[in-house]
């Protein structure tokens, strides 16, 4: 069982849906990444949460640390959210970094 | 530019060849990371530095072997190419700064090596 599991692995939207991607993990951890990687390019972190939940633009990140789970949701989605969004815990153990399979998002007009 | 560099950027190498991954980073960061991207699979790790001098395995270390030479720089070995390790290999490179909480987390561009 992998120790970090999003959900779904694959998703497909219209513009303009409201879009929520899962990561459920089952260690210790003192950080959690939000990540996005577009085809063929780099990897970019978009948050780090530790507790409660953050904004920016139309992207909103949650945690619940009791719950060992966290969502990313993006508001009014649009083509250019197309990318791979993965999720990375930092493990309290150490400075271990383990990462989810990643959901590939496709967003239609 | 601030973050993290890798090289080379593409190579091609032939089965049995030899060859090392370099990655460098000018944030003081403590931690690095070595990680293996292919279709399907997501991102493994394959080694890790929580400090200068500390190296420690992930899932998928066999078949490498890495040095943390200084602070700044983290290089990725591989001794006797093997066409399995064809794939995407990213470096990374990380600090938990005191006082926020932030951990930041910042990624090299990629380098895609094929063994042919």
């Known amino acids: 069982k992998n120790e970090v599991e999003q959900s779904p692995q694959n998703l497909t939207a219209q513009e303009g849906e409201f879009i929520t991607i899962n990561c459920s993990y089952s260690v210790g951890i003192s950080a959690l990444h939000w990540l996005q990687q577009h085809p063929g390019g780099g990897i970019v972190s978009l948050f780090m949460?530790?507790?409660g939940k953050k904004k920016h633009g139309r992207l909103i990140a949650t945690i619940n640390i009791q719950e060992k789970h966290s969502s990313l949701h993006i508001t009014a989605s649009h083509p250019r959210d197309s990318a791979v969004y993965i999720c990375a815990v930092l493990e309290t153990s150490g400075s271990r970094l383990t990462f989810g399979e990643g959901t590939q998002l496709t967003v239609n007009p | 530019n601030a973050g993290v560099t890798q090289t080379p950027k593409f190579q091609v190498l032939k089965t049995g060849q030899s060859m090392t991954l370099q990655c460098a980073q000018d944030m003081n960061h403590n931690s690095m990371y070595w990680y293996r991207q292919d279709p399907g699979m997501g991102l493994r790790l394959i080694y890790y530095s929580a400090s200068e001098g500390t190296t420690d395995k992930g899932e998928v270390p066999n078949g490498y072997n890495v040095s943390r030479l200084n602070k700044r720089e983290f290089s990725l070995r591989l001794e006797s190419a093997a066409p399995s390790q064809t794939s995407v290999y990213f470096c990374?490179?990380?600090?938990?700064?005191w006082g926020t909480g932030a951990n930041v987390l910042t990624f090299g561009a990629g380098s895609r090596l094929t063994v042919l």
């Open positions: 949460l530790s507790s």
């Open positions: 990374a490179s990380s600090e938990l700064m």
